[in-house]
């Protein structure tokens, strides 16, 4: 690994049960921990679910702009919180696409690459859900 592959943030408590995420270029992005009926900041499991729509969502808008601007674009993320013997997590996580264009041929292109492009995404290029999907050891230590 190369010191350009690494991707980092930085979290640190504002406040009781709130958080701010950092990123190496100064974005910032506050969340909590409150539950999903409590409050208006998200959860770091809806910040999950974020990332899997965000990261998809960026291939699949690069790859379809190239011959059409979208009329509408959105990405419905969902999944079911489960607590057994295997702890807290994730299952049924599901992106649904919803993505429209202009009539005319540029649209039609766009149209027709769009089902190619949510693939291409899904199989091969989206970080987020890849690592997910395959699934990767999570450290965690103190200093």
Known sequence: MTDHSLRSVTVERTAPGSFRATNTRGGTIVFGGSAPDE???FTPVELL???LGGCT?????????RHSEPTGFTVAVTGQKVSD???NRMTELELVFAVTFPEGEAGDRARAIL????KISHDKLCTVS???EIGTPVAAKVT
């Open 39 to 41: 409050g208006t900041e």
């Open 130 to 132: 890849r690592t997910v």
């Open 85 to 87: 013997e295997l702890g």
């Open 49 to 51: 679910l974020a990332a």
């Open 115 to 118: 089902p190619r492009a949510v």
């Open 57 to 65: 969502a960026v291939d699949v808008d690069v790859a379809t702009t």
